[in-house]
């Protein structure tokens, strides 16, 4: 199972950006009823869960960070998975991982809406992450 980013760069302030996941290794029905997901770090911080996608039926959350700006999608049964960006501000400089579990997790976490993957984190497999850098 391999997951591969791509997309990311320099962009200006208020600029938007797409990154993609490239997901290879699944049977097509099994890839369609995983867990789907964007995080990004940025350097001393904590990885941080931005969105999730179930493809088999589209349903996705986002954590309080990324729901009015960020746009998680897919395309081909999750073959493929997208995350669009807009109104990027320098705080969204990091490295952008998309990542893979049976299931998602989300919930409440001091009054702040959070997502992530459920499960254990040997059980959930990882991209090599892409820079983004707004400036």
């Known amino acids: 199972v391999q997951l591969v980013e791509s997309g990311g760069g320099s962009v200006q302030v208020g600029g938007s950006l797409t990154l993609s996941c490239a997901v290879s290794?699944?049977?097509?029905?099994?890839?369609?009823?995983?867990?789907m997901a964007w995080f990004r770090q940025a350097p001393g911080m904590e990885r941080e869960g931005l969105a999730t996608?179930?493809?088999?039926?589209?349903?996705?959350r986002y954590a309080d960070s990324a729901k009015s700006r960020f746009t998680i999608s897919q395309d081909n049964g999750g073959r493929t998975i997208y995350l669009q960006m807009t109104a990027l501000t320098p705080e969204d400089s990091a490295t952008y991982y998309c990542?893979?579990?049976?299931?998602?997790?989300?919930?409440?976490?001091?009054?702040?809406?959070?997502?992530?993957?459920?499960?254990?984190?040997?059980?959930?497999?990882w991209g090599q992450g892409t820079q983004v850098t707004v400036s």
């Open positions: 990542a893979s579990a049976a299931a998602c997790s989300a919930g409440r976490y001091g009054g702040i809406w959070k997502v992530g993957l459920a499960g254990a984190e040997s059980s959930h497999t």
């Open positions: 290794g699944y049977a097509k029905s099994t890839q369609s009823r995983r867990c």
């Open positions: 996608i179930y493809p088999v039926d589209g349903s996705t």
